[in-house]
Structure formats: structure tokens, C-alpha cells
Nanobody, 119 residues
Framework: VQLQASGGGLVQVGGSLRLSCAAS????????MRWYRQAPGKERELVAD???????NYAESVRGRFTISRDNVKNTVYLQMNSLKSEDTAVYYC??????????????WGQGTQVTVSS
């Protein structure tokens, strides 16, 4: 299973970016999809997650500014980031809880994508 993240970049304070992360490979379903971020010198933190059924969860720091969504047909998760702040600067990682054949559940990580918000 591979996760391919894209969409990072450089944006000014108050701007917007949309991240995407697509899962591919051999599996039955992608259950939970998550976005994490890690800023320099800080621990990785959960930004948002979404279940296959559409239940959402956000970190308090991004609630009302970020929107997570997913396309279950494409096995892709999105993170729409609006009203970006300098403190949103970080490497963003996607993570997926995958149900594989044999009822095996595993977590997979995508490569990080850099988001830099400049003032």
C-alpha cells in the first residue's frame, strides 16, 4: 500500500492551500484517513481525521479554518486549508488505516509535503 501526498507549497498569511493524498495498492478498504503535521522542533500532531463513513475530527488549532474530506472511490483524502497562519508552517503527512485481505489492519504513512506560510 502506498500513500502519495501532494499540494504543499508556499503561501502568504491568510491564503489557502489544498492537500491531497491518494492510497493505492492491494487492500479491501481504507477505513480512517488522517492528516498530521510536524513543525521544526516540535512533535508530530494530528490535524484532522475522517472515517470511511464521514465522521470528522479536527485539532482545535485548525477548527473552522481547515476542512478534511475524502473520496472513497478514489481512496483519496483532501485537506482544504484556509486562512493560513504562520504557525501552520510544517511538513504535512497523511496516514491511512487500511483493511487488507485476511482481515488484517495496518497503518500506512505517506511522504510529507511541506507547507510554508509567510508573513
Amino acid at each position: 500500500v502506498q500513500l502519495q501526498a501532494s499540494g504543499g507549497g508556499l503561501v502568504q498569511v491568510g491564503g489557502s492551500l489544498r492537500l491531497s493524498c491518494a492510497a493505492s495498492g492491494s487492500f479491501l478498504s481504507v477505513e480512517v484517513m488522517r492528516w498530521y503535521r510536524q513543525a521544526p522542533g516540535k512533535e508530530r500532531e494530528l490535524v484532522a481525521d475522517i472515517t470511511r463513513g464521514g465522521s470528522l475530527n479536527y485539532a482545535e488549532s485548525v477548527r473552522g479554518r481547515f476542512t478534511i474530506s475524502r473520496d472513497n472511490v478514489k481512496n483519496t483524502v483532501y485537506l482544504q486549508m484556509n486562512s493560513l497562519k504562520s504557525e501552520d508552517t510544517a511538513v504535512y503527512y497523511c496516514d491511512a488505516a487500511v483493511l487488507q485481505y485476511g482481515s488484517i489492519r495496518n497503518n500506512y504513512w505517506g511522504q510529507g509535503t511541506q507547507v510554508t506560510v509567510s508573513s
